[in-house]
Structure formats: structure tokens, C-alpha cells
């Protein structure tokens, strides 16, 4: 590429990111707020691997203002992340044409007992405790990749009742430990409420979900449309009624309620493979809406090498086939990737702040320089919002 070609190249990246800033942060509006927003993107989307923006800055020996004012941006201004997370998904939205909701984890080792939200906990990777930060981010997969929307940080242990450490952290009241399940169902109700975002199914991993079973329940208690991939231990309801688990359940059925479907192999080659199929309820009281329970149906998929487990499917599709339904699967697939590109070239585990509120400001951050580099050619601007608006995506910390 020639030098007026790379010039070229800059201005038109300039004008992209300082477009993308003025929409997508609409809510800030302070000038120097936009500045700092637009010199952290670009730290984030240009910086090398593993190097957040305030980091850049140090090791580059930019003025002191320079790096102070990423850090008061970061760290100090009071500005309001969910407004920002709002309009990034809605920007989403309308620019990809979404499938499926999801939720994958961050995991993010930590030295000290300091950094916020840090607490020893089990890796199911390696067996080993360590201590870390862990975080969920919600996605909207759609057909130009899977997009984080959102972030919560899972508190546990002394964060829940230590008076000091929730002030040096700046942890709002409203945030105390809870189930996991609880953070992804109050994303489904916020997301549902907001006109703005796509009505798609939610595709889940709850193989290792503590609260399985209430995820499960609250998804069928809101009539959304789920494919949530479960434990063989997983409680089901049959029609005598009986509480089975869904591994038992399906090793009765087995060779019953059979769906053929083919599935790509790594030598590019197409095997079929036989599914099982049976329709149940849930176990838990709160799924009954007017006197009934709403049927879900239990799909098995089993290793065609038959040198691996089964993985099973709990879906509230009854009438679509069971192909079309775990095609759904590659939304988490894709979750993971994203998480992966995350933390290699976009920082997201590279936040060195102690606080709550710059956590989320760098998440958020991460989060849209994602999304700039991955909706080129995406550049329409949305509806100016009123100062005013309520924001619905996820719960108010100030």
C-alpha cells in the first residue's frame, strides 16, 4: 500500500471512529468525554496484543495528560456505561441480522485480593483453584458474528458483606452476590422489554449451571424460545408422572423417537447421525402459567464414535425439527471464539483498576471496539436518543 494510500486510509478510519463514538456514546455529553472514548477505541483496536490503552500510553511515554486522562475517563468519570451498552446493541441489531441470544464467561486470573470482584475459585480446566475475577458477557449472534451486548461481574464471598472492600471498590448497594441464572434471566427481561431488540431464541450452556433447573423454569415462565444444552442429571417431568433425569429418560426412548441428520465432519465429510427426541415438563412449581405446565422436549445427541458422552438438549421447540433446532448450537460456538478474540486482541482481561464502575467502563469499551472492527461497512447512524430515555439493558449502578 502507498503512502497516500495509508494516509487515505487514516482519515477514513478517523472519521469512522469519531462517527461511530458520536452515535454510539450519544449519552455522554461532555466534548472531552467523546475525545477520551475515541483515543481509548482506538488504543483498543490499533494497540498491540494483551495491552490496554492506559498501558499503551505509559509504555509509549505519552505526556502525563495523556495518560491521566484515560485514567479519569477509565476509572474517575462518572459517566453511565448502560446507556452506552444500549445503543451498541441496538446499532447491532440493525445492522446484522440476528439468531440468537447466549451468554458465555470470562475468566480473568488476578494477583492480590484487591482488584474488584476477585475471589478464589475452582478452573474446571485445570482442577486447580485460582484466584480471578469472573464475569459474564451476553451476545447477540447473528449473521456477521457474535457480538457482546453486555457484562456482569459475579460477586462471591467477602464482597457480599465486607463494608471496606465494597467502598474502596465502589460497589453500588444494588449489586450483592447472587445465582448465575439470576443475572442471565434478568438480561432475557430486559432485552425483551426493549422494542429496539430482536425477539430470538436463547441458546445456553448450562452443563455446569448451579441454578440449571431455575434458568430453565424462568425461561418457560416467560414464554421465550430456548435450546439450553444440560447435565444427563438434569430433572424432567414425565407424563405419569415420574421425575426422571433426562439421561435416564433417554436411554428408555432410545431408538423410539428417532430424527436422522447429517453433521460435518472434520475431513469435510457429512456422517448421520440418529438424535432422540422426548416431549416432558419441568419439575419446578413455578413453570405453571393458568393451571398447566408448558411441554418442552429433550433432545439427545449421541457421539457417532460412540467414544464420547451423549449431550443433551433442553428445548421449548415442540414443533420444529430437531435439526433446525441445534443448529442453534453454533451461537455458543461462536460465543467462545468471540471471548477468545476478546482477550487476545482487545484487552478485555487487560483492566489493571480496582473499582466497579471501571470495570464496566472498560468492558464497555472493549466491547464496542468489537463491535467497530466487526461492522465495517455498518456506518448508519441511529435515532438520537432523548436525555431522558429510560435504559432497559441490565440493571442501574452508579
Not at 441496538?90 to 492480590?112: F, S
Not at 456422517?271 to 422426548?278: H, L
Not at 453454533?330 to 467462545?336: H, I, Q
Not at 482477550?343 to 466491547?367: I, K, L, N, V, Y
Amino acid at each position: 500500500m502507498s503512502v497516500s494510500q495509508l494516509c487515505t486510509t487514516a482519515i477514513d478510519d478517523g472519521v469512522r471512529v469519531r462517527t461511530f463514538v458520536e452515535d454510539v456514546f450519544t449519552s455522554l455529553h461532555r466534548v472531552e468525554q467523546h475525545r477520551w472514548a475515541r483515543a481509548y477505541l482506538n488504543g483498543l483496536v490499533r494497540g498491540s496484543a494483551r495491552k490496554a490503552p492506559l498501558e499503551q500510553a505509559y509504555a509509549a511515554r505519552l505526556p502525563q495528560a495523556t495518560a491521566n486522562g484515560l485514567h479519569h475517563f477509565i476509572n474517575a468519570s462518572p459517566w453511565d456505561w448502560q446507556p452506552v451498552r444500549r445503543r451498541l446493541a441496538l446499532r447491532i441489531a440493525a445492522n446484522t441480522t440476528p439468531y440468537a441470544w447466549t451468554v458465555a464467561e470470562l475468566i480473568t486470573p488476578k494477583r492480590g485480593e484487591h482488584s474488584v470482584g476477585v475471589h478464589r475459585r475452582l478452573d474446571a480446566a485445570t482442577t486447580r483453584t485460582i484466584n480471578c475475577q469472573r464475569s459474564l458477557g451476553f451476545f447477540l449472534a447473528t449473521d456477521a458474528g457474535c457480538f457482546p451486548v453486555d457484562w456482569s461481574l459475579v460477586l462471591k464471598d467477602t464482597w457480599d458483606w465486607d463494608g471496606e472492600l465494597r467502598s474502596r471498590a465502589r460497589i453500588p448497594d444494588s449489586e450483592a452476590s447472587r445465582p448465575v441464572g439470576a443475572y442471565v434471566l434478568d438480561y432475557a427481561d430486559n432485552a425483551a422489554a426493549e422494542p429496539g431488540l430482536p425477539n430470538v431464541p436463547w441458546m445456553l450452556d448450562l452443563t455446569r449451571c448451579d441454578d440449571a433447573a431455575g434458568v430453565l423454569a424462568g425461561l418457560v415462565r416467560r414464554h421465550l424460545d430456548f435450546a439450553c444444552e444440560v447435565d444427563p442429571g438434569q430433572l424432567v417431568v414425565t407424563g405419569r408422572p415420574s421425575v426422571i433425569t433426562v439421561g435416564a429418560l433417554m436411554e428408555t426412548r432410545r431408538g423410539q423417537q428417532s430424527h436422522m441428520m447429517t453433521r460435518q465432519a472434520a475431513d469435510g465429510r457429512s456422517n448421520p447421525v440418529e438424535i432422540y427426541a422426548a416431549s416432558v415438563r419441568l419439575p419446578l412449581h413455578d413453570t405453571f402459567t393458568d393451571g398447566k405446565s408448558r411441554m418442552v422436549r429433550v433432545l439427545e445427541w449421541p457421539d457417532p464414535n460412540r467414544q464420547r458422552p451423549s449431550r443433551y438438549w433442553i428445548t421449548g421447540f415442540t414443533n420444529r425439527r430437531v435439526g433446525e433446532v441445534l443448529s442453534l448450537v453454533r451461537a455458543r460456538v461462536a460465543a467462545l471464539a468471540t471471548v477468545a478474540e476478546l482477550d487476545e486482541h482487545f484487552g478485555a482481561s487487560d483492566f489493571e483498576g480496582r473499582s466497579f464502575p471501571g470495570w464496566h467502563h472498560h468492558m464497555t469499551m472493549t466491547s464496542a471496539a468489537y463491535a467497530f472492527q466487526n461492522l465495517r461497512g455498518a456506518d448508519d447512524v441511529l435515532p438520537a436518543m432523548s436525555a431522558t430515555q429510560p435504559t432497559k439493558l441490565a440493571r442501574t449502578a452508579h
